[in-house]
């Protein structure tokens, strides 16, 4: 059974930077296109980012284009968000995870414990 296992987050002044990681085991990820999604406080969970299989192709949400960057370490089994310039709206627990559809954007119902990321004004 696969398992997600995010990690990185913390508490970060508004213009810092913060590298999320997230640490697959129980599948090997290289086939998979995965992306990282976000759930703020009372907010539903939202797009943040995506990687092909073979690192090719990357897409990302309106929000964090230019400020984020995702990659993926595939011998690793491990995908990466690095997060620059953040701002409070950005406080989320973030959460990465396989997508089915590159088009859509639809994550797979699966969805490990997340790591919170809060930014201070």
């Known amino acids: 059974q696969v398992q997600l296992v995010e990690s990185g987050g913390g508490l970060v002044q508004a213009g810092g930077s913060l590298r999320l990681s997230c640490a697959a085991s129980?599948?090997?990820?290289?086939?998979?296109?995965m992306s990282w999604f976000r759930q703020g406080p009372g907010k539903e969970r939202e797009f943040v980012a995506a990687i092909s299989g073979d690192s090719a192709f990357t897409y990302y949400a309106d929000s964090v284009e230019g400020r984020f960057t995702i990659s993926r370490a595939n011998p690793k089994n491990t995908v990466y968000l690095q997060m620059n310039s953040l701002k409070p709206e950005d406080t989320a627990v973030y959460y990465c995870?396989?997508?089915?559809?590159?088009?859509?954007?639809?994550?797979?119902?699966?969805w490990g414990q997340g790591t919170q990321v809060t930014v201070s004004s």
């Open positions: 995870n396989f997508l089915l559809n590159w088009q859509t954007k639809k994550p797979n119902d699966y």
């Open positions: 129980g599948r090997t990820l290289t086939s998979y296109a």
